[in-house]
């Protein structure tokens, strides 16, 4: 609109609600129509008084006191700009207008320009105090900021309990809006259609919501949630943008994109600060200057093992707002891809095109392939930035046992191998390993969860054992199926490794002879020491790898349940199996199997015991040095002699 023809427009506005004011000031809303005016004059200022006069006059109206803040905000965000040329004169002159007022709006915003300005300590002292005392006004708004100032001072536990602290702290519908603001970069359009008869429904949606995307949920904290909002933080300090999303002003004149719904819930961002709430910051950027192009920018997040490579294009319109950056299929103009050259074959073909006919064929190609990553990509995420972190990678298994109380449990060992946790450090360093699980039902939700916090030396062997830290976690689930994660985390060099697994659990009879899972270990001796890996007056080193050496022995141990001892007497037979596994090696592996003379070595042994008890617990030592490498199946069948009933169980190793 012509700046003149909507200068007048806004007179005549104002002119009406002024008039609206003199007859009745409590009809409708209208001095918060009034601060509505005011902020699209960009008089930031005057809607901020205009809105406190519309709260004042009606204190329980809703919409004013939500978009009180929004005013606010404002004045913090562009409020002072054009009297001072510098951000630090515009700092000082809001801080002093703020401090001359004194409302709980004024006394919570002073907290939150702090805040924004990096001064923590002075924001931490205001806002903690404001969440300490009864207040007029929510709650929500504070204990977010406060949420964003605990993520800048790296206090992620805290912070974590401040975000669950201001959802609980809700009490009516229009108060989620603060929680909702923060979130809906992140959704995707199924999140969107989710129905809330209650506030219970919502706050267990917030729930799951965050715990399905948390890759390592038995961590100390929600690391998704840490990381978004340090990219919210982020984004809203680089690429804020208010403005009206006008189709006059988008670089993307024909339309070749096509957004999902979460696209247009965005309201305070620009599409750069979009993608990187979802992504976080690019693995490469590529930007070209030259005269009569226009402001571009290319960013390139690589393949990962759960997103595939993406390329985003942004441009301003030469009519468009500064920082008013909007997602392009491709850069408009040919020259921009000189900067951009291997990011991808199309790209490098819209280029590198001889004549326009094969130019505009190779752009088709590139609109066609952006149209469809846009798409997907902005429906997914990259939960962490992972471009400086480092992998650990680690072993796991899972072995069932029965307690005392023929309870069933699972057992988790981790391996962690010594070169994987020191490989970026001195030889003599300290370590501070987190370890930890996380039980989930089928819908994600966590169950149970717990994590320890180790102090690891390199050169400390008393810690480790074969050359790598053990350790161990129990289960107890009466569930048919659910998921457990794991995860190893060093914070000191940013080092993480974890798994996800659906474990379907197979009660044991309760009364009926049964026997456990197999546990392969690097030693098993008698021991009457008391700790995770002595049991039943075996001390057990366990191999979460299962993977062993041909010169060194191979230890399982299991346990014998539901014994028949009705004479004094346990008498049973166990029954070991042993046999190598075929290795999948293709047709041509197949055929030449065919003409092979070699004999595959096959072990059986039977053993009588006798036992008092009606447990037993076990274990065997086996010699492979004459075995060849691969796969091998243990198989333990125990036949109880007074009912000849059986039970058996299997499993399968590595030989190297």
Known sequence: MDPVRRAIIWNDAEEHFEEVIKQDSTYIEVYNELAQLELYRENYKEAVVRGLEQIKIKPSAIKPSLDIFRYYDFYLAYGERGMFASHNAMDKAQLKWLNSRNTIYDQFFIGEKYRRMGKLTQADSILSALLKRSLPISKVPIYLSRVRLYYQMGKDEEAENDYWAALKCVRGYHELKFIYDDLKYLMNDSDLKSSFPSLDKIQAFYQRFWTKRNPFPGSKVNMRLAEHYRRLITAESAYRWDGVRLLITDPDISGVLKFPKVYYQNDRLNDKGFIYVRYGPPD??????????????????????????????????????????????????????????????????????????????????????????????????????????????????????????????????????????????????????????????TNLSILKKEY???????????SYQNGQYMVMYRIYSSLKSFYVSTHILDEDTLALGGYRLLVKNRPFPKKELAISDLLFSYNVQPSIQVDNFTRNGLKIIPNPSRTFKRDNLVYIYYEIYHLNNNGGLAEYTVEQKVEPQEKSGGLFSAIAGLFSSSEKKNITISKEYQSNASRAYEYTAFDFKQWDAGPVRITIKVTDKHTGKSAETTSVFTLK
């Open 284 to 441: 490469q950027v590529a930007t070209y200057l030259g005269d009569g192009v226009a402001s571009n920018e290319s960013w390139m997040y690589f393949k990962t093992f759960m997103n595939p490579k993406l390329i985003f294009h942004f441009e301003i319109h030469r009519f468009g707002q500064p920082n008013a950056w909007r997602l392009v299929p491709a850069p408009s103009n040919p020259q921009m891809v000189e900067t951009r050259l291997g990011w991808d074959p199309q790209l490098d073909a819209y280029y590198m095109a001889a004549n326009e006919l094969d130019r505009q064929s190779a752009l088709s190609e590139v609109h066609v392939e952006s149209r469809q990553m846009v798409q997907q990509a902005l429906q997914k995420e990259r939960p962490l930035t992972i471009r400086d972190m480092r992998t650990i990678n680690f072993f796991m298994s899972i072995v069932s046992f029965l307690d005392e109380f023929d309870e069933d449990y699972i057992d988790i060992f981790l391996g962690i191998p010594i070169k994987s946790l020191f490989a970026h450090v001195k030889s003599g360093d300290t370590l501070n390993i987190e370890t930890g699980y996380a039980v989930q039902d």
């Open 452 to 462: 320890r916090i180790a102090r690891l030396v390199s050169k400390d062997t008393s």
